[in-house]
């Protein structure tokens, strides 16, 4: 029987696997990959600003600006003097450009139109 004190030590080793596995798909431009292996990292150890940054570039790479200052912002407040997530910030004026960019489109479809080619499971969408 293992005690907290090794289960913890467990879980900290094994995040660290994950997240060499991660970083390998990261390199490779497997960014889907790297954010389930990132994650998996985290539920083994939420407490490293390291893996919760290193999602939120993978996110970048994906375009998926929402989740990547989720991260960052979750990183940051694990350990505010981490300087390499301040470099993808909600301060990035780059991520936040395009966030705007990508809020301006969606605002500007007309989403009453697309109603007819939604599944019915959208259904409350007609509420609209």
């Given at each position: ?20 596995l991660a970083n ?24 490293n600003a390291v ?78």
């Amino acid at each position: 029987m293992t005690s907290m004190g090794e289960t913890a030590v467990l879980n900290v080793e094994r995040a660290e696997e994950i997240k060499l596995l991660a970083n390998e798909a990261f390199k490779a431009n497997k960014f889907s990959q790297a954010i389930e292996l990132y994650s998996q990292a985290i539920e083994h150890n939420g407490l490293n600003a390291v893996y919760w940054a290193n999602r939120a570039f993978a996110h970048t790479k994906l375009e998926e600006y929402g989740s990547a200052v989720q991260d960052a912002t979750k990183a940051i407040e694990i350990d505010p003097k981490y300087s390499k997530v301040k470099r993808i910030s909600p301060n990035d004026p780059d991520a936040t450009k395009k966030l705007k960019e990508c809020e301006k489109l969606f605002r500007s479809f007309d989403l009453k139109k697309l109603l007819p080619y939604m599944s019915p499971k959208h259904a409350q969408l007609q509420t609209l």
